[in-house]
Each structure stands twice: as C-alpha cells, then as structure tokens.
C-alpha cells in the first residue's frame, strides 16, 4: 500500500508513463487506485509520429500492468518522507 499511498499524494501533477507496448505518454494524473491503475487528463503521446492514432486522446485509463514506468519530477517526491515510510513499513513486518 506504501506506493499506492505515495501515488495519491501526486494527483494533480504532471507525470510521463510509458507502456510495455513503448508507447510514453504525458498528462496530469487525475486517480490512482490499489491496483495502480491510473487515470490521466491533458494526455499527450510524447512520439506522436510513431502513433498518430493516439493524437486524438484526451483523457485515458491506464491499467497497472501495462506500465513499465512512471516519471516523476524530482520536485514532487519527498525522499525523506518516503525513506521513512518504508522503514515504519518494514519494522511492521517483522
């Protein structure tokens, strides 16, 4: 639950998700939920040339286990946060 946590503090803000399909998408994450599926607005295809059939969407539903990655500006994680989090996670589990 710690990265599903950590997601739900980043709805709003601008994040790149690329596919295991290598498509890579731009847009502001609008949900998440336990799964990790997520929900993007303002959605750009960032090789529009590759895929012009993608140059229409707006809006899309992303399910969890087609992402490889998701991107994050440095600016909106807080590491310390996160370092602690994982430690209270951990002393919980042993």
Same mark, same amino acid.
């Given at each position: 639950?710690l990265?599903y946590?950590?997601?739900k503090?980043? %709805?709003?803000? #601008?994040?790149?998700?690329? *596919?295991k399909n290598?498509v ?5 994450l609008?949900s +998440?939920?336990?799964?990790l599926?997520?929900?993007?607005t303002?959605?750009?295809? %960032?090789d529009a #040339?590759r895929?012009?059939? *993608?140059?229409?969407?707006k809006?899309?539903f992303?399910?969890?286990?087609v +992402?490889?990655?998701?991107q994050?500006?440095?600016a ?6 996160l370092?602690?989090a994982?430690?209270?996670e951990?002393a919980q589990?042993?």
């Open positions: 639950m990265f946590s950590f997601f503090t980043l %709805v709003g803000k #601008e994040i790149a998700v690329e *596919l290598d890579a998408l731009t847009g502001t609008h +998440v939920d336990q799964y599926n997520v929900k993007l303002d959605v750009q295809v %960032v #040339e895929y012009p059939q *993608l140059g229409a969407i809006n899309c992303i399910r969890g286990s +992402v490889r990655y998701i994050i500006p440095s909106d994680v807080d590491t310390e946060l370092q602690d994982c430690r209270k951990s589990g042993k």
